[in-house]
Every structure is written in structure tokens, then in C-alpha cells.
């Protein structure tokens, strides 16, 4: 079990918005640590998406952007596009017991 | 254009050692921070420790602490990470991941290696 939680899966058609959820608790999200968001595509390593909660990297569309509040962080992707269909995850800190980096269990985004 | 190469894919019988290397080109290993991260089949990841630029020292994660040493070979740019007692539930895909930024509680893993599927079975 993931200390932080995302929904397994999420759908939608091509050129609609879709929203992915990272719950996480007052020893993570909650304390103000950042949130980061990558994107596996099948068979590949993990590739950083967004950083800082809202930051994103040369090179990653504007369709992608980040948010952030309380204990909970949200991916909203607009335009939506065949080659969007990945996992995506999230990841924080979590400063309960010695510390940890800690990531959300995926969401499978299907664009149908 | 940073890379990091990984070593190829090994299969281990439960009890013993499995070393995975990554090697770093486009930066010194000097310059960045490196991680190492796992995911099993069909599953999500598991940090699995870091180098804390800060204090200067690598910092392992809980479940792993007496079971895994992670080093690096500053002449060859080389990062290596070394898992003992394996066990079936060691199966699965082992990446190094790496930030030139600082800071440690904050900074994502901006760079990851290709994977090495570690495969643990008698």
C-alpha cells in the first residue's frame, strides 16, 4: 500500500481534460513538501513531468499542469492525446520516522 | 545530454547478492545527487535510498537498512548499488535516478538510468 494515494485509472476521450489525484497526509503533502509527477510510458523508465508542484520541465507540453493544496496535489491534463495514454505518478517527501521519499501507487490513464 | 546506462539484467537464487551499476555521462557524479529506486512487476516504486548533498552522507531506507550499500566510483562516473539476502520479493526492475540540483527534501529526480531487471528465483 502506497503512502501516498492515486486512483488506479482514469479515461477520457481525445482533446478532454482529465484530472489524476495525490492524497497524501500531514507527514508529506500536508508539512509543504514538494510534489513531483512523472510519466511511464509502457516498458520505459519514469520521465519528470512536472517538479515543485507546478514546474515543468523544458521540453513538457503546457497541456500538463500541477496543483496543490492541504494535503492533496492534482495532474490536470487539457488537450488530450493519444500519446498522453502512460501511468503517471506522484512523489513527495515524507518526514515521518527516519524520512523517506515516497510515491503515489500510479494512475493508468487510458485515452479512448 | 546527461544519460545514465545501466548494467544489463541478472537473475539471482534467494540468498544472495545482486550489484546493479549506473553509469553517468553529460555530468560529473560529483554533481549530482543520486537515488535508487525500485518497481515490481505490476507495481508501484520504492525508494530505496539517496545521497544527502547536505550532510555528505547516503541515506537508506527504512526496510532496507542492513541490506543495502550503495557507492560510487568518482574516476569512472560509475554509481553502484548492492542488495544482499534476496528473496523472491526482491524481484523487479531496479533504476537510478539523479538530480544536479541542491537541496534533498525538494528536488525530483530530474534524470532516470533505463531500468535493470533484477530476477530472484531457485
Known sequence: QSVLTQPPSVSGAPGQRVTISCTGSSSNIGASYDVHWYQQLPGTAPKLLISGDNIRPSGVPDRFSGSKSGTSASLAITGLQAEDEADYYCQSYDNSLSGSWVFGGGTKLTVL | ?122
Open chain 2, 1 to 122: 545530454q546527461v544519460q545514465l546506462v545501466q548494467s544489463g539484467a541478472d537473475v539471482k537464487k534467494p540468498g544472495a547478492s545482486v550489484k546493479v551499476s549506473c553509469k553517468v555521462s553529460g555530468y560529473t557524479l560529483t554533481e549530482l545527487s543520486m537515488h535508487w529506486v525500485r518497481q515490481a512487476p505490476g507495481r508501484g516504486f520504492e525508494w530505496m535510498g539517496g545521497f544527502h548533498p547536505e550532510d555528505g552522507e547516503t541515506i537508506y531506507a527504512e526496510q532496507f537498512q542492513g541490506r543495502v550499500t550503495m557507492t560510487e566510483d568518482t574516476f569512472t562516473d560509475t554509481a553502484y548499488m548492492d542488495l544482499g539476502s534476496l528473496t523472491s520479493e526482491d524481484t523487479a526492475v531496479y533504476y537510478c535516478a539523479a538530480s544536479p540540483r541542491s537541496g534533498y527534501y525538494k528536488v525530483p529526480f530530474d534524470y532516470w538510468g533505463q531500468g535493470t531487471l533484477v530476477t530472484v528465483s531457485s
